[in-house]
């Protein structure tokens, strides 16, 4: 999805030599030792729509295609233990035919368990539970690249080193993640006709205890892949618990919006999560619109649009609900990398704080995953290039 990155990694110029692609997350550690013996790098892989270039085998040697190892190992009470693999549809159907929500997910929910983990980082569930560093992993069974042919348990904050580290401290081959008692969520599609009153209609939505709440301005809706939208106003649309909805409409209605449906069903819910995060930008990408993104969040989305418009060529919003404050995709026409990192310094001297998407470093919790990673990896052979 970035334009920085596609001129630094077309497709073909990092490649691997090698595709292992095991059938059970057991074989992964007698994998590793191969490779710590031979001196072969190990890119690990779920889906592979980390959208950063995180699994690009840099060094070369293999890719450890996980994908196979997808079973869903056990629902418990508040619990589901899985294997790295698994597609998060599959264990949210497994979730909830026992009678529960996962407790997060992102806009791609047919990625990986372990993919999510290993470098994702919020989606639908952030606004209640925050980040996957905040709760959502339980429990992680993690292989190093140490000749060990073993693995070690972390639990709870014991697991962080190992989340949103692109592998580099390990791999995951199994992973606890937290659920809890499912509730009726319908989807709700609203619209505004300015920026001011979609946004105060998404700040009191949160009110209601959303499990995701979104905007996205004119040109974003357009390419919107749903009939609900109304393609010509602001679309503010959110997951909701049903007996809330009735009240939520009227707050929409009270502070000028409009209601365009609500609808039942989770392929409904599904939907509006597949609609959010960086999903709208995406959907932008592919109609032939060249912009960039920049991930970002703090106050000034809420109270100063126009200085941020001020900042980038032809600036569109969508925003995101999130635990504590807004966030926002902001997404502007590319002229070059130098215009990208201006428009992150500008940003950042306004109080907003960015993520950029446009490159590829491990960029969080870095002192605990450096001092983790020789650990683990002597050798330095788990997805070299990402840890600067
Ligand atoms: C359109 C679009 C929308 C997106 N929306 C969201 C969103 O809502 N929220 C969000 O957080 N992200 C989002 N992403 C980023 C990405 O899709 C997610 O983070 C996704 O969950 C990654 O899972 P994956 O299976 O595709 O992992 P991959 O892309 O294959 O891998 C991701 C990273 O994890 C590492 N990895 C994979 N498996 C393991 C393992 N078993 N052990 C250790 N490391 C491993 C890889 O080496 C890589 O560094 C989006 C991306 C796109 C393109």
């Known amino acids: 999805m970035s334009p920085v990155l596609q001129e630094k990694l077309p497709p073909g110029r990092y490649t691997a030599q090698l595709v292992v692609a095991p059938e059970s997350a057991e074989d992964v550690p007698r994998i590793l030792t191969a490779a710590y013996e031979t001196g072969v790098p190990i890119t690990p892989r779920g889906a592979g729509t980390g959208n950063y270039g995180q ?5 070369g040697g293999a890719v450890l295609d996980l994908r196979r190892c997808n079973r869903v190992l056990e629902v418990g009470d508040g619990f589901v233990r899985v294997e790295p693999g698994a597609k998060l549809t599959d264990v949210d159907a497994a979730v909830r035919a026992a009678g529960q929500d996962l407790w997060m997910f992102p806009s791609t929910k047919g990625s990986t368990a372990g993919g999510f983990v290993g470098g994702g980082s919020a989606g639908t569930g952030t606004i209640e539970h925050g980040t996957t560093y905040d709760g959502y992993v339980r429990s992680l069974t993690v292989a190093p690249c140490d000749g060990s042919s073993s693995t070690f348990t972390a639990d709870g904050v014991e697991a962080l080193p190992y989340v949103h580290a692109y592998g580099v401290t390990g791999i995951l081959t199994s992973l606890t993640l937290a659920t809890e008692p499912a509730r009726d969520w319908r989807a709700v599609y609203l619209a505004a006709d300015d920026y001011t009153t979609g946004t105060t209609i998404l700040r009191g939505l949160r009110a209601f205890g959303p499990r995701l709440a979104s905007m996205d301005e004119v040109p974003l809706v357009a390419h919107l892949p749903s009939s609900y939208v109304d ?19 009227d707050l929409a209605y009270d502070l000028g919006g409009t209601v365009s449906a609500v609808v039942e069903g989770v392929e409904a819910t599904d939907l509006l999560s597949g609609m959010s995060y960086n999903h709208p930008v995406y959907f932008l990408q592919q109609s032939g619109y060249r912009c960039f993104h920049l991930e970002s969040a703090g106050d000034p989305l809420w109270q100063a649009p126009d200085a941020i418009r001020s900042l980038l060529p032809h600036v569109l919003f969508h925003l995101e609900l999130g635990h504590r404050g807004v966030q926002a995709m902001i997404v502007a026409d590319y002229v070059d990398e130098e215009q990208v990192l201006a428009g992150i310094e500008g940003l950042e001297a306004m109080g907003v704080a960015v993520h950029s998407p446009h490159q590829w470093y491990v960029d969080r919790q870095l002192p605990v995953i450096r001092a983790v990673a020789p650990r683990v990896d002597p050798r330095g052979l788990l997805n070299p290039g990402k840890l600067a």
Not at 55 to 59: E, H, K, L, R, W
Not at 231 to 249: F, G, M, Q, W, Y
């Open 55 to 59: 699994a690009t085998p840099f060094a």
């Open 231 to 249: 393609r010509d106003r602001i679309s503010v649309r959110a997951i909701l618990p049903a007996d809330t909805v009735t009240e939520a409409c």
